[in-house]
């Protein structure tokens, strides 16, 4: 086995990142970045299409979008390729030759019918469902038979009943399996092509994988792979498996939760970098939860990793991460993940150039939980308000209201001198009898259309003198 770490994303190109295959993706790259090691990129694509199709260009623009290079895999190349499963057929096809020869498999010619029977009929007894080995010693006359006769079968491993296997695992150190709780499992389907047990398994082997990092429900599986690993005398990687993601309700989540797919995440306007800070710090503790990628190669305790089997995906969390993130990115980055959401909701957007939008962004970003939050937060830039004098009499009183707006309209041409206006109608609010927030208040109200929110110095420097002097005069003109 290689001495440097190797690690490997492993994905099924189902058309569908989900947040568990993210984290597997983020923890494969952290452990690779922090031990100065390689991370592959590894389609599990089993059904030959010896092409990279839709759903596996989507995992790759779904890593790019969240900054999670590979060193090695489709497209980029490297020593171990080729990174598709489909393009690696021969290789498989040439360790089942040694399974063969070794007569460590064997045919079985037990059609689907009779396999769900036979499972349908050991859970109506109790008992666990595995295969009976019906096939495991079918003489060789009856096995010709068959053969002749053109019966469909499979390869199954002969798992040795009485054996146990040791791996080692990061999360919990060594874990032994029983064989005699496993069942001959399938090393190949009807169609001749392979299964994932077995074409994951020689991936991980030939591919030099030091380390395997997935979710734990395949734990499972890793039982049954450590047998190929013992089977064939290959050095076993060591493992880590990650806890399931858990909705609130404790059951892992699925697609009926909100936040289970990254794309729909993207939609909602959640950044690339919060995602990923969050799905680092789910199950474990950062003194400062707001940690960037390269902070957390650097920061991430590989060494003390929890055993929990679940840990809970908390939308609220997630969502205070990315508004977090949002304040933090600098305002051309901010500009950049913002701008489809700002053309989406407000087509007249575009026109506005960059600076200016950079520069309101600064402004406002801190009301930003999600990107998608730009169009009702940044509307008062674009459109009028809709104010009315009942609206305003209602919030401080008939009285109040007049004195404000009269005092507004005595000094309206002074409205282009920002500073001189505003501590203008500050100073003669007082000597009127008004607050401040009830000067403000109203200003603001002609303004956006809101008597809280944004500073009114900032309200002023952002919105053009010929617009405020329009919206001041709609009630006190
Ligand atoms: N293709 C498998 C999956 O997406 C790979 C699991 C693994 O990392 O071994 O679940």
């Known amino acids: 086995m290689a001495d440097k770490v190797r690690v490997r994303f492993a994905p099924s190109p189902t058309g569908f990142m989900h947040i568990g295959n993210v984290r597997a993706a983020l923890m494969n790259y952290l452990f690779a970045h922090q031990k100065k090691g390689t991370l592959v990129l590894r389609i599990e694509d089993t059904d030959e299409s010896r092409n990279l199709d839709e759903a596996g260009f989507n995992i790759l623009k779904t890593l790019k979008w969240l900054s999670l290079k590979y060193d090695e895999g489709p497209i980029i190349g490297g020593d171990y390729g080729p990174y598709l499963q489909s393009e690696r057929t021969k290789k498989y096809k040439k360790l089942l030759h040694d399974l063969i020869k070794n007569q460590l498999v064997y045919r079985c010619f037990c059609t689907k019918e009779e396999l769900e029977e036979k499972r349908k009929n050991q859970i109506a007894q109790g008992m666990p469902p595995r295969y009976d080995r019906t096939c495991r010693n079918l003489p060789t006359d009856k096995v010709k ?32 399996f029983e064989m005699k709780n496993f069942s001959d499992f399938a090393i190949t389907r009807q169609n001749g092509s392979f299964t994932f047990l077995f074409t994951n398994f020689v991936d991980d082997y030939l591919m030099q994988i030091t380390h395997v990092i997935r979710g734990e429900d395949h734990l499972t599986n890793t039982a049954m792979q450590a047998a190929l690993f013992y089977a064939f005398a290959f050095p076993l990687p060591k493992f880590w498996h990650l806890p399931i993601i858990c909705n609130v309700d404790g059951k892992k989540l699925s697609k ?23 799905l680092a710090i789910l199950g474990t503790s950062f003194e400062d939860e707001i940690q960037s990628l390269g902070q957390l190669v650097e920061n991430y305790n590989f060494d003390k990793i929890s055993s929990t089997g ?4 908390d939308i609220e969390k997630l969502k205070w991460i990315n508004h977090k993130w949002i304040e933090k990115l600098p305002a051309n980055k901010l500009l950049e993940f913002t701008k489809p959401f700002l053309h ?13 939008l950079e520069f309101i962004l600064e402004k406002i970003k801190t009301d930003l939980k999600t990107l998608k939050d730009i169009g009702a ?23 109040k209201a007049i004195t404000a707006l009269k005092l507004i309209k005595e000094n309206i041409n002074m409205s282009n001198k920002t500073d001189m206006f505003l501590e203008t109608v500050k100073k003669e609010a007082k000597n009127r009898g008004l607050k401040i927030k009830e000067i403000f208040g109203t200003l603001r109200y002609l303004l956006i259309g809101s008597f809280s929110g944004i500073s009114m110095y900032d309200l002023f420097e952002i919105l053009p003198d010929e617009v405020i ?6 009630l006190s003109g």
């Open 145 to 176: 038979e068959k053969l002749a006769n053109k019966l469909p079968f499979i390869w199954r491993f002969k798992l040795n009943d009485e054996a146990a296997y040791e791996i080692n695992t990061l999360e919990r150190g060594i874990i032994k």
């Open 256 to 278: 009926r939760d909100f936040g289970f797919g990254v794309q729909e995440l993207r939609e909602e306007g959640f950044l690339p970098q919060a995602i990923l800070n969050y």
């Open 310 to 313: 679940s840990i809970k995906f």
């Open 344 to 356: 989406d909701q407000i087509p007249s957007s575009i026109e506005v150039d960059d600076n200016k």
């Open 377 to 399: 937060v940044i509307s008062f830039y674009f459109y009028d308000p809709v104010v009315d004098i009942v609206a305003l009499e209602k919030h401080f009183g008939k009285d």
């Open 469 to 474: 002097l329009k919206r001041l005069k709609k």
